[in-house]
């Protein structure tokens, strides 16, 4: 059974119509048709509301694992145990700032997966520089800090371009930074901290994978 087809099965367990659903997810109709069809997925955003709507852990919405009935362990999602994080695309050139036009959506993430005293963006992986890691396309949760653990997956920014993702190891004025690929097109760049104005804007915390 494809995410489509549980998507339809919950959605005609709580006697709703594909226009219900697609109102409660500020959709066209048609969207929902074409997730239960299997011509289209939804978004992670999506995803995370239904899986509210229909009060089921969003693993079994997306990959089918079983429900555990009767688990006062299990949280879902709500109003007051989650925060909404910006999904951005991209993080524009030049001086980084987070704001709403560069947002492409909202994912509502548990408050107990977080810490209360910092910020935290999701960015949306472009290439296969990190296949190894995290495919095209997934989402990446980051913990917005100016420092890495060496070895550690961090978002960077390198003369002022688009931010990159790798593992960073930084000396006393250096900064290495290593993909995770298959393709070996993709090599270990080294860049002089201050010369190539290297910043970096936060380290991964957590990746939502993207499978095809």
Known sequence: MHIGERIKMFRKERKMTQEDLAKILKVAPTAVSAWESGRNKPLMDKL????????IPLSHLIEGTPIVKNNPSMEFLNEN?????????????GEPNFTHEYIEAYMPTLNSMLKTDQEYFFLR???????????????????KTTYVDNGKIGVVLVN???????????SEESITLTPCST??????????????????????????????
Do not use: W
């Open 81 to 93: 145990n989650v925060r909404l994080i910006g999904v951005y695309g991209n993080i524009p050139a």
């Open 125 to 143: 992986v472009k290439g296969n520089s990190m296949n190894k890691e995290f495919s095209d396309g997934s989402l990446i949760l980051v913990e």
């Open 160 to 170: 002022g371009y688009d931010a990159t993702v790798k593992k960073v190891n930084i």
């Open 48 to 55: 995370s509301m239904m899986s509210t709507c229909f009060e």
């Open 183 to 212: 393709d070996p097109f993709y090599e270990e760049k080294i860049y002089h901290i201050k010369n190539d104005r290297v910043r970096i804007l936060g380290k991964v915390v957590q990746a939502i994978k993207i499978y095809d």
